[in-house]
T-cell receptor, first 114, second 114 residues
Framework: DAGVIQSPRHEVTEMGQEVTLRCKPISGHNSLFWYRQTMMRGLELLIYFNNNVPIDDSGMPEDRFSAKMPNASFSTLKIQPSEPRDSAVYFC????????????FGSGTRLTVV | DQQVKQNSPSLRVQEGRISILNCDYTNSMFDYFLWYKKYPAEGPTFLISISSIKDKNEDGRFTVFLNKSAKHLSLHIVPSQPGDSAVYFCAASGLTGGGNKLTFGTGTQLKVEL
C-alpha cells in the first residue's frame, strides 16, 4: 500500500493565483480529512468527508477555499485567489469509519504564496 | 478557540532520561485521545491512544496517562532515545471509533540529546 498520496509536495505561487492541492486516500478508507499546519494553530481541520460526502467544513477559512471529493480515490483542495497568509503545510489524511482510528496522513504539500 | 492545548512548544531531554509531554483539553465531550509523532517533511504518524474509560495505556517505551477530572493527559517516553526527536501532537475526539474528526494541539518539539 502506497499510503496517502499528496501532490504537489511543494507549491510556490503568486498572490491572486489559483492553487489546487490533490490527495489520493488509502484504498478502502471511507473518511478523508484536510488539515493545515501553522506554527500558531498547529494542525487545524479544514474539512472532512465520509463516503465522499462533506460532513463538516466549519474549519474552511473563507469562501476562497473549496474542497471536492468526486470519488472514493481522489480529493482536491482549491484556493482561489491565494493570499500570502495561506502559506502553510496542508495535510490530507484518511481513515476507516470503524472502532480503531486508522488515521493515515500524507506527506503534505508545502504552499508558499508570494 | 483552542480546545486542545500543548503549552510547551519545545522540550529538551538527555538520552536515557524520561520525556514527559503534556496536553490539556477544554471540551468535556472528548472521550478518546491520541498522540501523533511528526518528523520533518513527513506527515504525522499515530503513536498511542487512550479511551476515557481508562487512565493509563502503555506500549513499550510509551505510556499515556489521562486525568479526566483535570482534563489533562501526558505522554511519557522512557527511556528517551535520539530517534524520538520529533514534534508530538496531542489529539482528541468526541466519539470513539474511526472516521470522526480529530482536534489537534499545536505540538511540542522534543529534542533528545546525547
Amino acid at each position: 500500500d502506497a499510503g496517502v498520496i499528496q501532490s504537489p509536495r511543494h507549491e510556490v505561487t503568486e498572490m491572486g493565483q489559483e492553487v489546487t492541492l490533490r490527495c489520493k486516500p488509502i484504498s478502502g478508507h471511507n473518511s478523508l480529512f484536510w488539515y493545515r499546519q501553522t506554527m500558531m494553530r498547529g494542525l487545524e481541520l479544514l474539512i472532512y468527508f465520509n463516503n465522499n460526502v462533506p460532513i463538516d467544513d466549519s474549519g474552511m477559512p473563507e469562501d476562497r477555499f473549496s474542497a471536492k471529493m468526486p470519488n472514493a480515490s481522489f480529493s482536491t483542495l482549491k484556493i482561489q485567489p491565494s493570499e500570502p497568509r495561506d502559506s502553510a503545510v496542508y495535510f490530507c489524511a484518511s481513515s476507516w469509519s470503524g472502532p480503531n482510528y486508522g488515521y493515515t496522513f500524507g506527506s503534505g504539500t508545502r504552499l508558499t504564496v508570494v | 478557540d483552542q480546545q486542545v492545548k500543548q503549552n510547551s512548544p519545545s522540550l529538551r531531554v538527555q538520552e536515557g532520561r524520561i520525556s514527559i509531554l503534556n496536553c490539556d483539553y477544554t471540551n468535556s465531550m472528548f472521550d478518546y485521545f491520541l498522540w501523533y509523532k511528526k518528523y520533518p517533511a513527513e506527515g504525522p504518524t499515530f503513536l498511542i491512544s487512550i479511551s476515557s474509560i481508562k487512565d493509563k495505556n502503555e506500549d513499550g517505551r510509551f505510556t499515556v496517562f489521562l486525568n479526566k477530572s483535570a482534563k489533562h493527559l501526558s505522554l511519557h517516553i522512557v527511556p528517551s532515545q535520539p530517534g524520538d526527536s520529533a514534534v508530538y501532537f496531542c489529539a482528541a475526539s468526541g466519539l470513539t471509533g474511526g472516521g470522526n474528526k480529530l482536534t489537534f494541539g499545536t505540538g511540542t518539539q522534543l529534542k533528545v540529546e546525547l
